[in-house]
């Protein structure tokens, strides 16, 4: 299946007291383990970091997403 992550999924699978963490860890770890293709858009790569760097009303752990993300994400972001 074909899954989009929009700038909610990624912030909700790295910050664990979001409301929405278990169900965004779930889905992007099928992607990360080739069951789904996970596809983002680079506006939402961006949204996700101002929303962690700038609101600081959640701690996140950045080594959990980058496990999370398959290896593919940064050739798929820096493809032209």
Same mark, same amino acid.
């Given at each position: 299946?074909?899954?989009?992550?929009?700038?909610?999924?990624?912030?909700?699978?790295?910050v %664990?007291?979001h409301? !929405?963490?278990?169900? *965004?860890? @779930?889905? =992007?770890?099928?992607? /990360?383990? %080739?069951q789904d293709? !996970?596809?983002?858009a *680079?506006? @939402?790569? =961006?949204?996700?970091? /101002?929303?962690?760097?700038?609101?600081?009303?959640?701690?996140f752990?950045?080594?959990?997403?980058?496990r999370?993300?398959?290896?593919?994400?940064?050739?798929?972001?820096?493809?032209?």
């Open positions: 299946m074909k899954v989009f992550f929009d700038t909610s999924v990624l912030v909700a699978s790295v %664990g007291e409301p !929405g963490h278990a169900r *965004a860890v @779930g889905v =992007a770890r099928r992607a /990360a383990a %080739g293709q !996970g596809y983002v *680079a506006r @939402g790569l =961006a949204e996700a970091y /101002a929303v962690l760097t700038t609101h600081r009303i959640y701690t752990n950045l080594a959990h997403f980058r999370l993300a398959p290896a593919t994400l940064a050739a798929r972001v820096a493809a032209p």
